[in-house]
């Protein structure tokens, strides 16, 4: 059942499946019915839905907000806190940057499911800080997004926002900062922006900018990299793991073009990717596996005992499930590599940082047993489950239903994956935001470069501390901190998709 669901919450439906609890009275309120049917679904597929308390000491109808989505979001933030993870002392879903709020759970209007079918409405642009508080960067731009279209690049330093400057660009420790939440307003949920940029030259220009529909292309840069002695690098940055239709006319003309001009070595630069659909996750793992993985195991997903047990009446009503459907014995629910194009390396090297998650990590985990992987940059978000979208009304609801393990039963990395360490070999070091995407003096990428000329990663930073004024020179946690702070409106997950719903 490959996985992802649509199913459109009708009044009596949810009554339906409320009166099975007779403490549930119905109600004319559409918002009191949604709030049910979060409730109801999360006790349904909920990967740890046996964490979950009862309706009556949940009261889904007491959760309140600004509007209905916020009312919503706080509904499933609570959701979010009850299965503690055994290593922690924490929930599961327990978010540093903003502790009670939900780390993978969510509920939207639509909006995540359009992005990752390639089409946006922003500027087409992030922010991020460098070596600094005050060092206010371009992190990426999206090619004919409307920072595009302007000639905003990658590394170019914000001076000003909405006529703020200085002081008031600068960090302020959390997510709750003004200054941050000023940031994230102006770039994420705002229709107009003006700024001023600064470029390497360092020279200024002033752009104003309104948000613009574009498509994704999630192949930002690629480029081959002469390392002497016959190697030579393939280096490609993939922000998001849109549909499949989307994303692989990109790969295949990037691996193609590899493959052509006879790259030893790979350098995947995942840093920003929040990831998206998992058969495009596949079909990237495809791509880079060597031939002697194909036919071999890639990866399991494993669901709620309840839903292995065939316990699915909301679902069930939805959609024509067979029994035993949710099995990790059932052959949808694991997936074998099929080996895609002709590149055939034995090493790749994932640039990652703290915005690097699910999707990006499960096309990591994939590899690990088959190939020799290397990360660099920093630890990764950390989120080894994914979701399948289920419509209520005019929402969709996302909430962990699946783990995947990888062919050696590896997953659970829900402290993410630490370049450096035992697990995960390679170097940890800061994402240099001041270099263009593909020059080989930025740091992380600079890294790999040495590894293949010389077999090591070399053992110091070469990164530039340039401070001005009063400005605090982040560490490796501090920059990764700050990097989850301005990149929480960013999504984050893994989806299946193949609906199922009945005619």
């Known amino acids: 059942?490959?996985?992802?669901?649509?199913?459109?919450?009708?009044?009596?439906?949810?009554?339906?499946?409320?009166?099975?609890?007779?403490?549930?009275?119905?109600?004319?309120?559409?918002?009191?019915?949604?709030?049910?049917?979060?409730?109801?679904?999360?006790?349904?597929?909920?990967?740890?839905?046996?964490?979950?308390?009862?309706?009556?000491?949940?009261?889904?109808?007491?959760?309140t907000g600004a509007n209905d989505i916020d009312a919503l979001s706080t509904e499933v933030d609570a959701l979010s806190q009850y299965a503690i993870n055994p290593e922690t002392g924490k929930p599961?879903?327990?978010?540093?940057?903003?502790?009670?709020?939900?780390?993978?759970?969510?509920?939207?209007?639509?909006?995540?499911?359009?992005?990752?079918?390639?089409?946006?409405?922003?500027?087409g642009f992030a922010p991020a800080y460098g070596d600094t508080n005050d060092d206010l960067r371009v992190k990426y731009v999206y090619p004919g997004s409307p920072a595009d279209v302007k000639g905003i690049k990658r590394g170019y330093k914000i001076i000003t926002i909405n006529n703020r400057t200085g002081s008031g660009l600068t960090y302020d420790?959390?997510?709750?900062?003004?200054?941050?939440?000023?940031?994230?307003?102006?770039?994420?949920?705002?229709?107009?922006?003006?700024?001023?940029?600064q470029k390497p030259d360092n020279t200024t220009f002033d752009v104003t900018m309104a948000t613009g529909n574009y498509t994704v292309n999630p192949v930002l840069a690629t480029k081959v990299i002469d390392a002497g002695n016959d190697r030579k690098i393939g280096y490609i940055v993939f922000n998001s793991f849109t549909s499949l239709d989307n994303a692989k006319p990109k790969l295949d003309a990037?691996?193609?073009?590899?493959?052509?001009?006879g790259i030893?070595?790979?350098?995947?630069?995942?840093?920003?990717?929040?990831?998206?659909?998992?058969?495009?996750?596949?079909?990237?793992?495809?791509?880079?596996?060597?031939?002697?993985?194909?036919?071999?195991?890639?990866y399991t997903s494993y669901y709620n005992q309840d839903l292995q047990n065939d316990k699915h009446p909301l679902l069930s009503s939805q959609f024509n499930i067979t029994k035993g459907?949710?099995?990790?014995?059932?052959?949808?629910?694991?997936?074998?590599?099929?080996?895609?194009?002709?590149?055939?390396?034995?090493?790749?090297?994932?640039?990652?940082?703290?915005?690097?998650?699910?999707?990006?990590?499960?096309?990591i985990n994939n590899l690990i047993p088959k190939m020799d992987v290397k990360l660099i940059g920093g630890i990764s978000y950390g989120k080894p489950v994914g979701f399948f979208a289920i419509d209520i009304n005019k929402y969709q609801l996302?909430?962990?239903?699946?783990?995947?393990?990888?062919?050696?039963?590896?997953?659970?990395?829900?402290?993410?994956?630490?370049?450096?360490?035992?697990?995960?070999?390679?170097?940890?070091?800061?994402?240099?935001v001041t270099k263009e995407f593909g020059d080989p003096t930025e740091i992380l990428l600079k890294y790999a470069i040495n590894y293949v000329k010389t077999g090591v990663f070399s053992t110091t930073s070469t990164r530039v501390q340039s401070l001005s004024n009063n400005a605090k020179v982040f560490s490796i946690d501090e920059a990764n901190k700050a990097g989850l702070d301005m990149d929480r409106k960013q999504f984050k997950g893994m989806i299946f998709n193949h609906p199922k719903a009945k005619k």
């Open 1 to 63: 059942m490959k996985k992802i669901f649509y199913p459109l919450i009708l009044a009596c439906v949810v009554i339906a499946s409320c009166s099975k609890d007779k403490k549930i009275t119905p109600s004319n309120s559409t918002l009191d019915l949604i709030k049910d049917s979060v409730y109801l679904y999360a006790k349904e597929t909920y990967y740890w839905n046996k964490d979950l308390p009862s309706y009556d000491a949940f009261k889904p109808r007491s959760f």
């Open 92 to 123: 599961y879903e327990y978010y540093t940057p903003s502790p009670g709020y939900a780390k993978y759970s969510f509920i939207d209007d639509g909006s995540v499911s359009g992005e990752l079918n390639g089409q946006k409405g922003d500027f």
């Open 173 to 197: 420790g959390n997510t709750s900062g003004a200054n941050v939440n000023f940031i994230v307003n102006a770039y994420a949920n705002s229709s107009n922006i003006t700024m001023t940029l």
């Open 254 to 261: 990037a691996f193609s073009d590899f493959v052509t001009q």
């Open 264 to 298: 030893t070595d790979l350098v995947v630069d995942l840093r920003y990717n929040g990831g998206g659909y998992v058969n495009t996750a596949e079909y990237l793992s495809d791509l880079i596996s060597p031939s002697s993985a194909n036919g071999s195991l890639m």
């Open 325 to 363: 459907e949710f099995l990790p014995t059932n052959p949808e629910n694991f997936k074998n590599f099929n080996k895609a194009g002709s590149l055939n390396i034995s090493k790749v090297f994932f640039i990652v940082t703290n915005s690097t998650a699910s999707a990006s990590e499960l096309t």
């Open 398 to 432: 996302y909430v962990p239903q699946f783990e995947t393990k990888n062919s050696a039963g590896n997953g659970g990395y829900y402290a993410g994956m630490e370049p450096g360490s035992q697990k995960y070999p390679g170097k940890k070091d800061y994402d240099d």
